[in-house]
């Protein structure tokens, strides 16, 4: 079975006079990051592509959570995912990644990570109503892909685990 991983970039600064796309991860945030890699890996194993925001926060995000659990693959910065809604991602994975892929990750920015988890989970149940409404951030939504990548849309995924380090 295959997986994608949403995840929603660790606790960032205050957008300060450098602007939104350059705030990096404040110190909870570091501490966040640092604990993602095990969960993360707890429920889908290993990953084999990791898609990145080109914002600061999310590629400080990946960078810590790799560097606390290797080995984690390169990851792929994207400008495309900063400003993307959820149609868009689901279209990008289609184009981006290929059908031997296994794992995907997405380290991404709210509302699209669980708007999109909410759109692609087949399913009205407790999970679902934790994301209904936006997640925190270091949270990752991890859903098993029963289709092809190019093949993602509304309800072509199970949502398996919603997970959030306890730390800051």
């Known amino acids: 079975m295959k997986h994608l991983v949403l995840l929603r970039h660790a606790k960032a600064e205050p957008i300060g006079e450098l602007g939104d ?8 945030g570091r501490q966040q990051a640092r604990a993602l890699g095990p969960m993360i890996r707890t429920h889908c194993g290993e990953v084999d592509t990791v898609l990145v925001s080109s914002a600061l926060r999310t590629k400080e995000t990946y960078r810590l959570l790799a560097a606390a659990d290797e080995p984690w693959p390169d990851g792929r910065s994207l400008d495309a995912i900063y400003d993307a809604g ?7 994975l289609g184009q981006e990644i290929s059908e031997d892929t296994a794992t995907v990750m997405v380290v991404g920015h709210e509302p699209t990570m669980s708007s999109l988890a909410h759109m692609l989970h087949d399913s009205r149940d ?6 209904r409404l936006g997640i925190h951030t270091a949270t990752a939504c991890i859903l098993q892909v029963p289709v092809a990548w190019d093949a993602l849309d509304r309800n072509t995924c199970h949502l398996t685990a919603v997970v959030r380090p306890t730390v800051a």
Not at 86 to 92: F, G, K, T
Not at 126 to 131: K, R, S, T, V, Y
């Open 21 to 28: 796309h350059l705030r990096a991860v404040s110190a909870p």
């Open 86 to 92: 959820p149609r868009e991602l689901i279209a990008l």
């Open 126 to 131: 407790e999970l679902g109503a934790q994301i």
